[in-house]
């Protein structure tokens, strides 16, 4: 999202999503899906897409063909065959197909829907059609433009919609954000594709960091991150100055969360955005309550990546759920 804000851990489970690769160390045998939500023309996810191949991994990007910052968990799909106007940065054009690939890169294609429904569209169109129902081994969402940080975005981003959408389905998924906010064209970016500094190279290569340390993983266990669960990774500002910044083990909420307002403009009379601080947000229910939240990391950090983990289990704890029965115990059955 091109937005930031400024804006639990990990936990004993009896049942694990089984990522099935094939037997081997190389990682060629193991497939990623690729998605984002400024587009798949964006140079974040263009730097990620190659960094990744470099690394021995088979990478199948389907990103939305247009910006789709905070569509959040949003399911859109094509109402026509073609595109009625130009995706992103006119690429492709109007009246392209609604659908398509790179055409020198099969690997690389784009969607006319939200991230959720690129999820969608890999699995259940390109997966089988194209490369003959491979298995899907982790789904990789950004770099994003801009902080997802929760829990005001978690919902909002569609970073993270494309993410509980593959969790939703059984499948890994991390979710990567950066702080940096201007989404530009990666065919404008083509002069800056081995500087080290820049940007998207440093989110790229720490992309592959994060990745390569799960499917090494597989070397003690079988399995990469628990049932219902992912994880949500965000940045702080890279640069020369910052080129490889720490990760930290963090918590989605605590302080420093902050979660998306309206004030109202006394010129124009219109809402316009704010974020607030609401107590809920800092009040610590589930998880490890001595872990640093995300929002606090990037904030008061320096060169710092807060890596937290999620679940799509919304259930509320067994106690409070017990509490609130007990309330509603003389209508309840």
């Known amino acids: 999202m091109k937005f930031s804000s400024i804006v639990c851990a990990l936990t004993a489970a009896v049942s694990v999503i089984a990522a099935p690769v094939s037997s081997g160390s190389n990682n060629t045998n193991k497939t990623i899906l690729l998605t984002n939500d400024d587009g798949w023309a964006s140079t ?5 897409y190659k960094n990744l191949k470099n690394a021995g991994y088979e990478v199948i990007m389907v990103a939305p063909v247009s910006q789709r910052s905070g569509f959040g968990g949003q399911f859109l799909l094509p109402t026509t065959k073609n595109l009625t106007t130009g995706g992103e940065f006119n690429y492709p054009p109007a009246g392209s ?3 398509d690939h790179e055409k020198d890169d099969m690997n690389i294609w784009y969607f006319n829907g939200t991230p959720s429904s690129c999820v969608a569209f890999a699995l259940n169109y390109i997966m089988p059609k194209y490369y003959n129902n491979k298995t899907v ?3 990789v969402s950004g770099p994003n433009e801009g902080t997802n940080m929760s829990p005001g975005l978690y919902t909002l981003s569609g970073t993270m919609g494309a993410t509980y959408s593959a969790v939703n389905r059984g499948i890994p998924a991390i979710a990567f954000s950066g702080s940096n ?4 064209f990666y065919k404008d970016d083509v002069s800056k594709e081995n500087d080290k500094t820049f940007t998207p190279n440093i989110l790229a290569k720490k992309v592959v960091q994060l990745v390569d340390a799960l499917f090494a993983s597989y070397h003690n266990h079988p399995n990469m991150l628990p049932v219902t ?3 949500n990774v965000n940045f702080g500002p890279v640069g020369a100055d910052c080129m490889d910044p720490e ?3 963090t918590r989605l909420d605590g302080p420093d969360s ?5 004030a109202m403009n006394q010129t124009t009379g219109l809402p316009v955005w704010s974020f607030g601080y609401y107590p809920a947000t800092f009040t610590c229910v589930f998880g490890d309550c001595d872990l640093p939240s995300e929002a606090w990391l990037i904030t008061e950090k320096t060169c710092k990546a807060s890596v937290s983990l999620f679940s799509i289990d919304y259930d509320a704890d067994y106690k409070q759920a017990s509490r609130v029965q007990s309330y509603l115990a003389p209508v309840l059955n």
């Open 97 to 99: 197909p609604s659908w």
């Open 258 to 262: 902050m979660t998306p307002s309206l």
């Open 44 to 48: 974040n996810i263009r730097a990620t």
């Open 247 to 249: 990760y930290v083990f």
């Open 181 to 184: 906010s201007n989404n530009s």
């Open 229 to 231: 669960t992912g994880l």
């Open 137 to 139: 081994d982790l789904v």
